[in-house]
C-alpha cells in the first residue's frame, strides 16, 4: 500500500513546498509560527503530516474534520458574505 500511494504523496509535498517558495514573506513568517492545517481525505494519509512536517520544517496540522472541513469552511464564508465582499474577486475584475 506505501508504494502504492508514494508517487502521489510526493507530489503533494511538492506541491506544498512549491506554494510556500512563493508565498510573501510576512504570510510565510505567519505560516512558519501557526504552521499548516491539512484538510481533506489526504489529511488522513497515515503519515502524512509527519513528512511534511519533515520536509518543511514547519508544524502540520489535522483538521478536526478533515473530510468535511471545507465544506464547513465554505458555509461560514456564505454565512458571512457581506464580509467576505471584499476578498471576493469577479472573473474579469483584473
Known amino acids: 500500500m506505501r ?25 510565510a513568517a505567519d505560516i512558519m509560527q501557526q504552521g499548516i492545517t491539512i484538510t481533506g481525505g489526504g489529511a488522513l494519509l497515515a503519515g502524512l503530516d509527519q513528512r511534511l512536517s519533515h520536509e518543511t520544517g514547519m508544524p502540520i496540522h489535522i483538521a478536526a474534520e478533515p473530510l468535511y472541513s471545507v465544506v464547513i469552511g465554505s458555509g461560514r464564508a456564505l454565512e458571512n458574505i457581506d464580509a467576505m465582499r471584499g476578498l471576493l474577486s469577479q472573473s474579469g475584475d483584473d
Open 3 to 27: 508504494e502504492a500511494i508514494a508517487e502521489p504523496v510526493s507530489a503533494i509535498v511538492d506541491a506544498v513546498k512549491t506554494t510556500l517558495d512563493k508565498t510573501p514573506p510576512e504570510l
